[in-house]
């Protein structure tokens, strides 16, 4: 079986991929490493230099932009009848997960099985957690099995970081607390790309809860790191205290924030994170923050829409703009699993034989 993604599709792809169905959305800068591990149908010369996935903040822009590249590849594959690699045979996968999650850990769990990993879900509901482990042995435990990968999603910010240092194994980040989603903004970014071609010069702008955010964290460092003009649009209780540090255009009504925007990316109301009254009411929120048509007529006339999901439809995003032809909604979850796929098989590559 083939040992890569590269080596999967073969340099067949190459003609298809580099032909008029080339995905319009390269990035100049990455389409000359792209073209020649296709066409040379060799492994990339690029390294991705992290043992562990905790966050876009310790990646530089060449290693997003490879791991974007790999991820072009898993899309390919992943629409191929045979999808199946072994890239990660003989490995094991433990999805840890001490929050709910539906989507996230299932695309977790296809990327995984996709390039032929033995995966495990372990969720909170049925750990020892409720039985008071603390979080140290729960990873010194799963740890002693002798996993390759643990993907964590936990409901404390630095829980994965902490948990990274405690195992032998690679540590990928699937979301803690209101710090940061990696693989989210990873996928957005792929998105984008394939979408509008480029991610460099773009207006995106983040609006919603971006305070209770690690969506909106990790896509804020991203975008401007691959040079986006980023924005974030909400009330001023929904934004984090030091905004202004961040880097990003601040805006606190819909019309401004989205006044010639390329991408509008909505986001989820976290109502379990609130502890207090953030916002006035449901309805009050929906009117003046909730995506419709009229006030995406703000943004420029191709500009598309954006959300992690799961959506509070009729709050942040009215259902005719979600399933629009404008909406990317369901893209972002196809994505999601090839972006996945990416981070497994470039973590992999620096695990020990
Ligand atoms: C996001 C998350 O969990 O942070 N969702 C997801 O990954 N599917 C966004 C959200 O919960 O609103």
Redesign the pocket.
Known sequence: MARSLSDAIGPSRADTLLGTAAPAALHPLTLRPYRMRLMADTRSPIVFPHRHLLGIEALSAPDILHLLDMAEEAVALSRQVEKKRSILRGRTQINLFF?N????QASFEIAGKRLGADVMNMSVANSSVKKGETLIDTAVTLNAMRPDIIIV?HQESGAVDLLSRKVDCSVVN??DGSHE?PT?ALLDALTIRRNKGRIEGLTVAICGDVAH???ARSNMLLLARLGARVRVVAPSTLLPAGVDRLGVEVHRNMRDGLRDADIVMM??L?LERMSGAFVPSLREYARFYGLDEEKLAYAKPDALVMH???MNRGVEIDTAVADGPRSLITEQVEMGVAVRMAVLEALAQNLPN
């Not at 999650?101 to 996230?104: A, F, G, K, P, Q």
């Open positions: 929050e999650s539906t989507r996230t999603r699937a979301g989603h989210q955010s690690r969506v986001l989820r976290q992690p999901g799961p």
